[in-house]
């Protein structure tokens, strides 16, 4: 367990922005070598380009996608590998483990922002087994698969914060 704490640049360094929520990481810690095999939460400074969630866009200038039904995270390896997709039949990926069915990920998946740790974001793109599926989502106050996850209040305060014009990062570190 830890914390998330917001933070704005200002002129001479950096102001934070409201309290410290506490938030729950994977339940093998942290690790400086995210994998499929582990559930532990990537150490690094991350971007933060765009929110996802079963509810409705709570008002976030980030890129948001309401989910449905056919909605998927891809974790097995391949063309799609650690990228959503939307497919409700007849998918070019398993509709089942490892993939995420992200509509169904509840209360998770409420509201998710991804965390751009080996997505086509992140500056080494995307690494095969290299660990996918890594989010800021809902806490259930238990520990992730290596995600990091605060409570529904909190996130909804920080997406309707972030915005695209400020670059948004996230640090994960001890």
């Known amino acids: 367990m830890g914390v998330v704490q917001a933070w704005r640049k200002v002129a001479g360094g950096w102001?934070?922005?409201g309290p410290a929520v506490h938030?729950?990481?994977g339940s093998d810690g942290l690790t400086r070598q995210a994998s499929e095999s582990r559930s532990a939460t990537p150490i690094g400074s991350f971007t933060l380009?765009?929110?996802f969630g079963r509810l409705t866009d709570p008002g976030t200038a980030l890129p948001y996608t309401r989910t449905t039904p056919a909605d998927w995270w891809i974790s097995e390896p391949g063309r799609w590998y650690n990228t959503r997709q939307r497919c409700s039949a007849d998918c070019?990926?398993?509709?089942g483990d490892p993939n995420e069915h992200?509509?169904?990920t509840v209360p998770f998946y409420r509201y998710a922002v991804v965390i751009d740790y080996n997505t086509r974001n992140s500056p080494t793109g995307?690494?095969?087994?290299?660990?996918?599926a890594f989010f800021?989502?809902?806490t259930v106050g238990?520990?992730?698969q290596g995600c990091i996850s605060i409570a529904q209040p909190q996130l909804v305060r920080l997406l309707r914060w972030l915005s695209p014009a400020r670059h948004p990062r996230i640090l994960i570190g001890t």
């Open 102 to 104: 992200l509509y169904y």
């Open 92 to 95: 070019p990926f398993t509709q």
């Open 126 to 132: 995307v690494v095969q087994g290299a660990g996918s």
């Open 136 to 138: 800021l989502h809902v």
């Open 23 to 25: 938030a729950w990481f």
């Open 49 to 51: 380009t765009r929110a």
């Open 15 to 17: 102001q934070r922005v």
């Open 142 to 144: 238990a520990p992730t």
